[in-house]
């Protein structure tokens, strides 16, 4: 089961990606200009035949060279960040994690999008996503995907999924006591994971960790909120035993695991795909709704992931680089990437759009499907990131980062008015770089 | 052994009044020192310069991200990294670790140098074999440290039916510190197999004809006879334990030794004068270390402590 279906993943992969790449090759015939244009970007396992496609339209003025980045976010940064800092001419486009782009535009190493460039990255990208992207009122980076955290439920037990944090606690006991499926699974290890979580539960309380311009510490009554809230989901014997180490793997195979004993996952829409392989009675009964909220009858304010790409200032040929990212970014591309890898486009109109990835052909829940076909957890997508909130943009993101995830480290023992005290302090050092990162 | 003993000390005494050099020599050991010279030129500029510049960064304000605000502040990231108590938990932890993967890696290490000693057949081949762990690159073994680990599909975590082996605190330091001493004692057991190489047998059979045990023997003859080895074999180790980063950087991420919490406010959070500040206070304590080994090595050496053996 699992290696047919796989097999049936790898064609469609072939026979789309053919197609992209096939139509415009038969009116390719330009000369090679030599020009080379390096993006550094995370790996995926499609992007090469977007990278394809735009060379095929670059029409041999330039060719894009996709170099893969490491698969973790810190490896991939401190590659870009080492050779920045030298001047390294030979990356022309970065692919930035969306919390990245304050601190390299602050730090002078990508260029700012103007003119025509700029009024092609803007338009018709979601506000949330787009907020990602801009730096002091100007924009830096065009948004490549976006991403949000959805709930992801087993049907068969439970038929609707629950609201609200204490409501999804209050079931989970249920269920336990019932002897069923009741673990509820998030990234709670001491990383960037958890910080998504805690920013995103602040947002839904209505509070705020950082000022709006990410210049000084706020911790308001919402941020303690948040801080109770991981407290009790933590003790209260409802989470799996390796909380404190699960990243989104580990969460996304506690879930899928057949005959597990978990009822909730809280993870991004990647899941999607491999529960389909590695578990095919749970998807079946597969539900996903938007990230439970903290104050009833308000929806939650997800935290907006995803990535960015933006040119480097030290790129030799800037020019080349803005056409390439904005071929690598746009709407067809987007599709693509959303219905072969779920990854969640930042472009509106593509959740809407009704033709298949190759539109030439006929459309093939298979072979050939369509957003509505391939993507149906959009329904929960596009509200989130309506909803959605971008965590709090600083150039010194990266030490508020590990200040955060180090101070609630291991949310069991959080102490809500302590340790939102310790945080304050600490934030206010890490905003401004001073003091000592953990 | 009186004569042994007593030899150096007219050694000594002699060396004081320096002996009137001739012509010759003079112009001999100025040519040394020309012919030294390019070779100590390019010393100081690759390993000097380094860090003398590390010193200066030390003492400035140099955030990669706020390269506006740089400037001179003398001692203030001293005072800021010693007023941490993130940099003194990572000391402690970095302390901790070297003592304790230190000391098994030593009784081990004297235990294996000893087979590896009296081995009479495929002598070679022990040797080689007993150094493969050693030979392995750090990051590869912690890795595989890692996998065997791991509460799901590690094997070592099914056998001992352990789910948090690099999960629960005080196990997670015990497993970073097998994998240092799985790694580093044949390096130990090298170095004090050289040591025991030095012990004559005439004087273990000597020992043994005065009525001397087995046990006696390897304490009142073999271990002062080879000080030095196991001093020297010592002083390697714990520098480099000091400075332990690969495998806890694989096994457990997130734990700090002063090397990670150095790579974590150079290279991740950009700050050159935070991170420099560090480096330079890691040289310092290495330096420590090593001046500290060195006085004890020099008073322990054989020959200078005759008087204690006599």
């Given at each position: 089961m699992r290696s047919a279906s796989r097999t049936a993943r790898k064609r469609l992969v072939a026979a789309v990606g053919a197609a992209l790449v096939a139509a415009p090759l038969l009116t390719a015939c330009g000369s090679d200009s030599g020009i080379t244009i390096n993006v550094y970007?995370?790996?995926?396992?499609?992007?090469?035949?977007?990278?394809?496609?735009?060379?095929?339209?670059?029409?041999?003025?330039?060719?894009?060279?996709?170099?893969?980045?490491?698969?973790?976010?810190?490896?991939?940064?401190?590659?870009?960040?080492?050779?920045?800092?030298?001047?390294?001419?030979e990356m022309d486009i970065l692919g930035l994690d969306v919390v990245w782009v304050a601190e390299f535009a602050e730090a002078g190493w990508i260029l700012e999008w103007t003119g025509q460039n700029k009024a092609e990255a803007e338009r018709d990208v979601f506000p949330g996503p787009l907020s990602t992207a801009q730096w002091n009122g100007k924009l830096y980076a065009a948004t490549k995907n976006t991403n949000v955290q959805l709930l992801w439920y087993d049907k068969r037990v439970t038929p609707t999924p629950p609201r609200t944090f204490d409501e999804m606690i209050t079931t989970s006991e249920r269920l336990r006591d019932e002897g069923k499926p009741y673990q509820i699974l998030?990234?709670?290890?001491?990383?960037?994971?958890?910080?998504?979580?805690?920013?995103?539960?602040?947002?839904?309380?209505?509070?705020?960790?950082?000022?709006?311009?990410?210049?000084?510490?706020?911790m308001d009554q919402g941020a303690v909120k948040g801080l109770e809230i991981l407290k009790r989901l933590s003790t209260a014997g409802v989470t799996a035993p390796?909380?404190?180490?699960?990243?989104?793997?580990?969460?996304?195979?506690?879930?899928?695991?057949?005959?597990?004993?978990a009822a909730f996952q809280i993870n991004w829409p990647f899941v999607y795909a491999s529960i389909q392989t590695a578990n095919p009675e749970l998807f079946q009964n597969l539900g996903w709704a938007q990230y439970p909220g903290v104050n009833p009858g308000e929806p939650s304010k997800p935290t907006i992931g995803g990535y960015n790409l933006a040119v480097s200032s030290y790129s030799r040929h800037p020019q080349e680089a803005f056409e390439a990212t904005l071929c690598l970014r746009e709407a067809e591309s987007q599709k693509y990437q959303a219905v072969l890898e779920s990854l969640p486009p930042t472009i509106q109109s593509v959740y809407d759009d009704p033709t298949p990835v190759d539109p030439s052909k006929p459309a093939d829940p298979k072979n050939n499907p369509t957003m509505d076909q391939a993507y149906p957890m959009k329904d929960a997508i596009v509200p989130s990131l309506e909803d959605?909130?971008?965590?709090?943009?600083?150039?010194?993101?990266?030490?508020?980062?590990?200040?955060?995830?180090?101070?609630?480290?291991?949310?069991?023992?959080?102490?809500p008015p302590v340790t939102a005290d310790r945080l304050r302090r600490e934030l206010q050092d890490a905003l401004q770089s001073k003091g000592v990162l953990p | 052994m009186t004569e042994t003993a007593v030899k150096p000390a007219p050694a000594k005494a002699a060396k004081k009044p320096k002996p009137e050099l001739s012509e010759g020599k003079r112009?001999?050991?100025?040519?040394?020192?020309?012919?030294?010279?390019?070779?100590?030129?390019?010393?100081?500029?690759?390993?000097?310069?380094?860090?003398?510049?590390?010193?200066?960064?030390?003492?400035?304000?140099?955030?990669?991200?706020?390269?506006?605000?740089?400037?001179?502040?003398?001692?203030?990231?001293?005072?800021?990294?010693?007023?941490?108590?993130?940099?003194?938990?990572?000391?402690?932890?970095?302390?901790?670790?070297?003592?304790?993967?230190?000391?098994?890696?030593?009784?081990?290490?004297?235990?294996?140098?000893?087979?590896?000693?009296?081995?009479?057949?495929?002598?070679?081949?022990v040797r080689t074999v007993s150094l493969i762990p050693y030979g392995i690159v750090t990051v590869v073994a912690a890795f595989s440290w890692r996998y065997a680990w791991d509460d799901k599909t590690g094997y070592l975590s099914a056998l001992l039916s352990s789910e948090s082996a690099l999960i629960d605190q005080t196990s997670a330091f015990f497993t970073v510190v097998l994998a240092e001493v799985w790694k580093t004692t044949p390096f130990m057991a090298l170095l004090l197999m050289a040591g025991l190489a030095l012990v004559p047998d005439d004087l273990l059979r000597a020992a043994a004809m005065d009525g001397a045990g087995p046990w006696q023997r390897f304490t009142k003859v073999i271990v002062p006879v080879m000080k030095p080895a196991i001093l020297v074999a010592l002083l390697f180790r714990t520098l480099d334990a000091?400075?332990?980063?690969?495998?806890?950087?694989?096994?457990?991420?997130?734990?700090?030794?002063?090397s990670i919490q150095t790579y974590n406010n150079l290279i991740k959070g950009l700050n050159l004068g935070i991170g420099s500040t560090m480096s330079v206070l890691i040289f310092i304590t290495v330096a420590i270390i090593a001046f500290l080994f060195i006085k004890v090595f020099g008073t322990a050496a054989p020959g200078s402590d005759s008087g204690g053996k006599r």
């Open positions: 970007y995370a790996p995926e396992q499609v992007f090469d035949k977007v990278v394809a496609k735009c060379n095929e339209r670059a029409n041999g003025r330039y060719t894009i060279v996709y170099n893969k980045l490491p698969r973790e976010a810190d490896g991939q940064r401190e590659q870009m960040v080492r050779r920045l800092a030298a001047n390294d001419s998030l990234t709670a290890a001491e990383y960037e994971g958890l910080v998504v979580n805690y920013n995103t539960i602040v947002n839904s309380a209505g509070g705020n960790i950082l000022s709006e311009d990410g210049k000084s510490v706020v390796d909380l404190t180490a699960a990243k989104e793997q580990q969460v996304q195979l506690g879930f899928q695991q057949p005959g597990g004993k959605s909130a971008a965590r709090p943009l600083t150039p010194a993101y990266q030490n508020a980062s590990t200040v955060i995830s180090t101070i609630l480290s291991p949310p069991t023992a959080i102490d | 112009a001999e050991r100025r040519l040394g020192w020309l012919l030294c010279a390019p070779a100590a030129l390019v010393m100081v500029a690759v390993t000097g310069w380094p860090i003398i510049y590390s010193v200066w960064l030390s003492m400035q304000r140099y955030d990669l991200r706020f390269p506006n605000q740089s400037e001179f502040v003398f001692l203030d990231n001293y005072i800021t990294v010693l007023g941490s108590e993130y940099w003194w938990t990572a000391f402690g932890l970095t302390t901790l670790i070297t003592v304790v993967s230190v000391i098994i890696e030593l009784v081990l290490g004297m235990c294996l140098a000893l087979i590896m000693h009296r081995t009479i057949v495929g002598r070679g081949l000091f400075r332990i980063f690969d495998n806890l950087f694989v096994l457990t991420p997130g734990t700090s030794s002063v």
